[in-house]
């Protein structure tokens, strides 16, 4: 159930009449609204329709809004986590609302933060209009929203249900502004632009259990800096296996070849990437060379040392 300011993580449908009380001054405004929205998200470009189930206060913006009734939805919608340890959720994005052909279309961006513990959820933010067609493209406003995703999403793939409740701190008619570029290709994915730069550093080499992750070593696994020496009983028994760790970030598709114990070659992924050299490698200096290379990128090279004299 809806808990208010609390570390309770779970949101029921039949919560959002106290969710709307709770935001009540958020809420006050000019005009505002309540929504049943239906809407399908795979890889950030949202499609549904949007259902006006209860409206109060009085505005011409207001009649003219709906009007619209149950409307078609589309647009692209971003997100970002704040950090590991903070679970808010930060996002943003453009959607139009398409009404019948003589109300016309409204384009709309906005941006929300989930509330604190419920990063899937409970969402509260601010829009603009910023164009629309037909009658609609009379409409200037601004105001907050709070909506509220009211069960645990599984999947952005299939279609999913919110309670949108919108409130507008300004709203007029005025002259039609029409759609601008933006709002015409809100339903187009955008491309990030390509990494300028390749970058791929040697953290160290490691010894491991064989099979470890090409992206992680099992915790508390040491990491040897270049021209280390190792000694002792490091990596005797079923931890004989040597690692390169790499950290790599740049274009998608770089790859590392090398030798060390033997020649190799492995993709890279973005961050932390384990590379397996070979087994059992014997006592003594160990040199070795390796190139991480993608088409149109200068390429990195290294040649690290590592000194074993272990007694295996």
């Given amino acids: 159930m809806f808990v208010p300011d609390s570390n309770e993580m779970q949101y029921m449908p039949s919560d959002w009449t106290r969710v709307v009380s709770h935001y009540k001054a958020r809420l006050h405004g000019v005009w505002g609204t309540q929504w049943n929205l239906r809407h ?18 009085a505005n011409p913006v207001g009649a003219l809004i709906k009007s619209l009734g149950t409307v078609r939805t ?4 971003t997100g970002v986590y704040g950090n590991e340890t903070v679970s808010a959720l930060t996002v943003s994005g453009i959607g139009l609302l ?3 052909r003589s109300v016309g279309s409204l384009c709309v961006t906005f941006s929300a933060r989930s509330a604190a513990g419920y990063a899937d959820q409970l969402f509260l933010g601010t829009f603009r209009v ?5 009658r609609a493209a009379k409409v200037y406003g601004s105001g907050t929203f709070v909506v509220l995703q009211p069960n645990l999403l599984k999947s952005y793939s299939r279609p999913f249900s919110m ?11 005025g002259r039609p502004q029409g759609f601008s570029t933006a709002c015409r290709n809100a339903t187009k994915p955008k491309r990030p632009p390509p990494p300028k730069k390749l970058n791929a550093t040697l953290a160290g080499w490691a010894f491991a259990a064989g099979g470890a992750n090409t992206h992680s070593l099992p915790p508390g696994t040491t990491i040897y800096p270049d021209r280390a020496t190792v000694t002792g009983a490091v990596g005797c028994g079923a931890s004989d296996n040597l690692y390169w760790v790499i950290d790599y970030s740049g274009p998608s ?40 290379y993608a088409k149109g990128y200068t390429p990195v090279n290294f040649e690290p040392t590592l000194a074993l004299s272990r007694s295996c």
Wanted: net charge positive; charged share 10%.
């Fill in 130 to 134: 910023v164009g629309g067609t037909g």
């Fill in 40 to 57: 399908n998200d795979p890889g950030g470009i949202f499609t549904g329709s949007a259902k006006l189930v209860n409206s109060t206060g």
């Fill in 98 to 100: 398409r009404g019948r």
């Fill in 253 to 292: 598709n770089a790859t590392l070849s090398g030798c060390v114990l033997m020649g190799f070659q492995q993709a890279l992924k973005q961050g932390r990437n384990v590379v397996f050299l070979g087994s059992s490698p014997p006592n003594g200096p160990l040199s070795s060379k390796g190139d991480v």
């Fill in 74 to 77: 589309a647009g692209t919608i």
């Fill in 163 to 173: 309670n949108l409740a919108v409130s507008f701190k300004h709203a007029s008619l």
